[in-house]
């Protein structure tokens, strides 16, 4: 018997060590067993941070979820229908859920779910290395359940299904594999790597939305361009789309990107652009359309091949800073961001830097209010005169308050707006 209390204990902070042995012991009290399963006993193994408390009860989760709320003054949020609910306590979150059974009618649908034991919701999992669980009984604690060998697996650096019709069962198991794999340096086991790339276009019967969630999984891990090399390798990118490539260009743009120093946030949509970087407008909506993205990341998206097209202008020997930005003002910041990571030209992706950390900073002496002031009526006039001053501003044709007022007063004796 392998017991992993002492590991448990190590790993978890005090808080959250405490709430979980809390919850084993009102569980115990209902004579009803709790574990805690999935990435955080894989990742207690790796010792690698986890604070994604994942439980299983072999009972009603909502139930005792709303009593260890009560009892440790947190809050619970549960799905009654689906016997799930989560704790929330200061920043702890944990999950906890009843024990499950799933099968699937057919490939790439979601499953038809059935209360059961631990042995039925271990086996409902992905791989050996994330259907182990360890009790959270106050008598047993950290005794391990590990039916498939996951701890061997671990040992032995392989990510291994649990049975031949998993992938067909599931088949966003497949990008679930390539981001184990390439995260923890692992390799698929050799059945696992044939059923995989035997039942790679399974991935054809996901939903959209499944399938973006998948990718932007991928781009929030630490080295994204592994799982996509592995990916494009495997035949599993060009699943999302023929064109795509995952490949040493796309790697070196990757490590690029991550020198900026953006949120998370961005920097995914950084790399997502970097991805889609090279498809003309027309894979571009079948990228937008197969992966149903949002309104934000679609305009990302749809900006790329335009901005491409206004490159070419910023190749010509000398350019004035205020011709810059009247090319890269309508344009989304992501895509220029992308562009200046991704453009062959050496001299744009300059231009494009000094656009992004300095140029588009610029605005000039006078405000809106200035020019009102002036008699210019609030609307698209002001505007335009507003760009129109910080054009010449960069290009230094006016200094001062009074040099940018003469020069309103001149354009719009001449009608220039
Ligand atoms: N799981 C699964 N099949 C899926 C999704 C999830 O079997 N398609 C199971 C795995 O046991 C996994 C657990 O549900 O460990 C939790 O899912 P998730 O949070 O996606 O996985 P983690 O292992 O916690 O992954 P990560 O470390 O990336 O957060």
Redesign the pocket.
């Known amino acids: 018997m392998v017991v992993i209390g002492k590991e448990i204990k190590a790993s978890l902070p005090a808080e959250v060590l405490s709430l979980v042995r809390a919850a084993g012991k009102l569980a115990a009290e209902r004579e009803q067993k709790l574990y805690l399963v999935?990435?955080v006993v894989?990742d207690i193994f790796l010792k690698r941070r986890?604070l994604?408390l994942?439980l299983v009860l072999e009972g009603d989760a909502p139930s005792l979820a709303r009593e260890l709320a009560k009892t440790k003054d947190g809050k619970v949020v549960t799905h009654d229908r689906f016997g799930t609910a989560t704790f929330r306590k200061n920043e702890i979150s944990i999950d906890i859920v009843t024990a499950r059974s799933e099968t699937y009618s057919r490939p790439g649908a979601l499953p038809t779910v059935k209360p059961g034991m631990i042995g039925n919701d271990l086996f409902?999992?992905?791989f050996t290395i994330?259907?182990m669980a360890a009790s959270l009984e106050p008598a047993r604690f950290g005794k391990l359940i590990d039916p498939y060998g996951g701890k061997d697996d671990l040992d032995r650096r392989l990510i291994r299904i649990l049975h031949k019709d998993s992938f067909r069962d599931?088949p966003?198991?497949i990008w679930?594999a390539i981001?184990y794999e390439q995260r923890l340096d692992f390799k698929l086991e050799q059945e696992t790597e044939r059923l995989l790339r035997h039942d790679v276009a399974m991935i054809g019967k996901v939903s959209g939305d499944r399938l973006r969630h998948e990718l932007e999984?991928i781009l929030e891990e630490d080295k994204p361009e592994k799982m996509l090399r592995r990916a494009a390798e495997l035949g599993v990118l060009q699943q999302l789309l023929q064109s795509l490539e995952g490949n040493g260009w796309l790697a070196r743009r990757f490590q690029e990107a991550r020198k900026i120093d953006v949120t998370d946030k961005t920097k995914s949509a950084i790399y997502l652009a970097l991805l889609a970087w090279r498809l003309n407008s027309e894979n571009m909506e079948a990228l937008i359309e197969r992966l149903r993205f949002g309104s934000e990341a679609s305009r990302v998206l749809r900006d790329i091949p335009e901005v491409k097209q206004t490159l070419p202008a910023l190749t010509v020997g000398r350019i004035k800073p205020g011709a810059i930005c009247r090319l890269l003002e309508p344009h989304r910041q992501q895509t220029i961001v992308a562009a200046s990571l991704a453009a062959d030209s050496a001299l744009v992706r300059r231009r494009l830097k000094r656009y992004l950390a300095d140029l588009r900073f610029v605005s000039p002496r006078l405000s809106g209010e200035d020019l009102k002031s002036m008699g210019v009526a609030q609307g698209k006039k002001l505007g335009a005169l507003l760009k129109l001053l910080k054009e010449a501003k960069l290009d230094g044709m006016v200094k001062t308050r009074e040099q940018e007022k003469k020069l309103v007063r001149k354009w719009l004796r001449e009608g220039k707006v």
Do not use: I, P, V
Request: avoid cysteine.
């Open positions: 999935g990435g894989r986890n994604d994942d409902r999992r992905d994330n259907a599931d966003t198991r679930r981001r999984r």
